[in-house]
């Protein structure tokens, strides 16, 4: 039975909530992340949430670095979601848009990721939604 109490979500006798701030950046946080670019990486984004079971809490990309606020099962490993978001986006990403090509990657090899708990969840999603805009 699965279902939803709170914040809080009901799983197969197993009672969660995790969640995850996270942030990449452009190889050399390069300002490319405009335009086309940045609305088939917010669809890519979507995309892979969604096939593993992902919420988006709030989002934002921004022209050198991508912020996102997400709710997952804990089973999926942080470091694993982080590969597959950078992963699928690069790989699309630089085969729909041959100027990405002249790039060594797409995406730096690190990213920060949090745990959120000493925060409340309101604080995160203010934060990410007073990104400035472009």
């Not at 670019?37 to 096939?51: A, D, G």
């Amino acid at each position: 039975m699965s279902g939803k109490v709170s914040n809080y979500i009901v799983h197969n006798k197993a009672v969660y909530l995790v969640l995850y701030h996270v942030i990449w950046a452009p190889k050399y946080r390069r300002g490319l992340l405009i335009g086309e670019i940045k609305n088939r990486l917010e669809e890519i984004i979507k995309e892979v949430c969604c096939e593993r079971g992902i919420t988006i809490k709030a989002f934002k990309v921004m022209p050198d670095h991508v912020n996102l606020f997400i709710s997952s099962n804990p089973r999926e490993a942080p470091y694993k979601i982080v590969k597959a978001l950078k992963g699928r986006s690069s790989n699309l990403l630089r085969k729909e848009f041959p100027e990405l090509l002249k790039m060594p990657t797409l995406w730096t090899r690190s990213y920060f990721i949090s745990t959120i708990g000493g925060i409340s969840e309101k604080t995160v999603k203010r934060y990410i939604e007073q990104q400035w805009k472009k």
